[in-house]
């Protein structure tokens, strides 16, 4: 009789998550669940991202958002994937959106016996759309601080960003990517499209303590303090510490930067501006589950002079400064912003 061998080189996200979080104490399988639900949206909008150019999904939506933005049609269709895989699972009370000005609470039977809430942003970077230029979506999560078997309240979102329990972002790349980490460790999947699902392409990722690349929207350098000015001046010479000069990068989705740089090593800013201080990026959908990516990874992020993690968030929608990645150059810029 002939052997049937198996041959299953690779994990699914599945079958690792399953694996990862089945020996933990309090595990209910309801953080695999909640990032399965997220893979299955992700799933959803790639298929949209990637024919954008084709289907009338494309253009703008021609309302503005909360934050002053022009909504995309793939937005808002990237926004109601998320919610509704999120609505529909069983570990899910509530979710916040960068495209939405209030929480939504889902408010039924099973939700409210859900852990977690979660935060998103459902398209990042997207401007880049019309120009088949990368992007992503990212989310955050956090364990409800209500009590589980009522509805989730605003409170349980607006916690410090170390507080989570897990983040990640998907890719809309060259290949589509799903990323995600766990206070165990940051792992990346692959989405093989002859299958439909991901599977683990880059187990424990790490963010190398040096790097060669620096990302910041350079139109605005006349715009920063003068401690952020010094550093680029820094990345573009060589010096005693650093072995410049840098290359500079920036394709203006934050995901595909950060996912470059926490790959390659690197660092990454959206500092604030004399117009705008606080800067661009907000911090509960895209400065917390990216600083919360990079420290498990064993990068840095701070807003300048904190650490992202400890913000005490005061509303849904903030905005913060950011600077993430390699820990060496992270340490350089402190020295600047510090002098
Ligand atoms: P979003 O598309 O979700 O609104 O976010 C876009 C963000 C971020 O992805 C990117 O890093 C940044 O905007 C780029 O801003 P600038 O064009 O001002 O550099
Ligand atoms: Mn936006
Ligand atoms: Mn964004
Ligand atoms: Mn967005």
Redesign the pocket.
Known sequence: ATMLTVNRQVLTLDEFTIQQLRNFPQATGQLSNLLRDIGLAAKRINVEVNKAGLVDILGNNGSVNVQGEEVKKLDVFANNQMMGVLRHGISCAGIGS?EMDDVVVFDDEVSNQSKYVVLY?P????SNIDVNVSI?T?FSVFRRTSEVGKPCTQADFIQKGIHQVAAGYIIYGSSTMLVYATRRGVNGFTLDPSIGEFCLSHPDMKCPADGQIYSVNHGNYFQYEEGVRQYITRCQQKNETNGGPYTQRYIG???SDVHRNLIKGGIFMYPGTLKKPEGK??LM??CNPFAFILEVAGGKATDGKNRILELQPEGLHQRSPFFAGSSNMMAELEGCMAG
Request: net charge negative.
């Open positions: 960068e942003d398209l990042d970077g997207s992503g990212i989705s934050m995901v990026l907000r959908y895209e």
